[in-house]
């Protein structure tokens, strides 16, 4: 696997301050996406055991909520090994760190045994995300009110409550900034 990028101290890709993981590699290629270059498998560096250490370091201060993972598509079937280890790294080290991973795949499609998404990882991965961000960026449903997801078809998914219910539940954003008001 390759990376693009790794940003520290993120406060755009999920709640409260964050490591972000741009993976490279994305067959999706929405339109009007925002890092195009990510969509080739080979973009960046490699990611490795080092990167993989200064990913969980930059982990650990008190501060820091968690990972987000990003791409291109972390969902990508050629991506989701590597990323289970770094997940279930992180949460046997970091345990009270929280793992938020947006994807151009919807969910359905990742826990549907005859997907072509589906690997041998994909489980493994899953079990260690708390949020996914679901659905292809769609340019028309664009909507910049929206918070940590670009288009209003993408859903917010807590997939604790997700898992625990057997069906899709919504991650619920606290009420101050769902709104977008300071009232």
């Known amino acids: 696997m390759h990376y693009g990028n790794i940003k520290k101290c993120d406060i755009a890709d999920g709640e409260g301050v964050r490591t972000t993981l741009f993976v490279s590699g994305c067959t999706h290629r929405c339109p009007g996406c ?84 589906r690997t041998d990882a994909t489980d493994r991965l899953l079990a260690c995300i708390d949020v996914l961000v679901d659905g292809p960026y769609v340019k028309d449903l664009h909507d910049i009110t929206l918070r940590f997801r670009g288009s209003s078809n993408q859903r917010v998914i807590d997939l604790a409550a997700t898992r625990a219910a057997g069906e899709v539940r919504l991650w619920e954003d606290d009420p101050q900034f769902a709104t977008h008001t300071m009232a």
């Open 34 to 117: 925002f890092q195009p270059e990510t969509w080739a498998f080979d973009f960046g560096e490699p990611f490795t055991r080092e990167v993989e250490d200064a990913v969980l370091e930059s982990l650990a201060p008190p501060f820091v909520d968690g990972l987000t993972l990003l791409g291109g598509e972390p969902m990508e079937p050629a991506n989701q090994a590597a990323l289970a280890d770094l997940a279930e790294r992180v949460k046997r080290e970091l345990p009270g760190k929280t793992i938020w991973c947006y994807t151009g795949d919807v969910y359905e499609d990742l826990v549907d045994p005859a997907s072509p998404r």
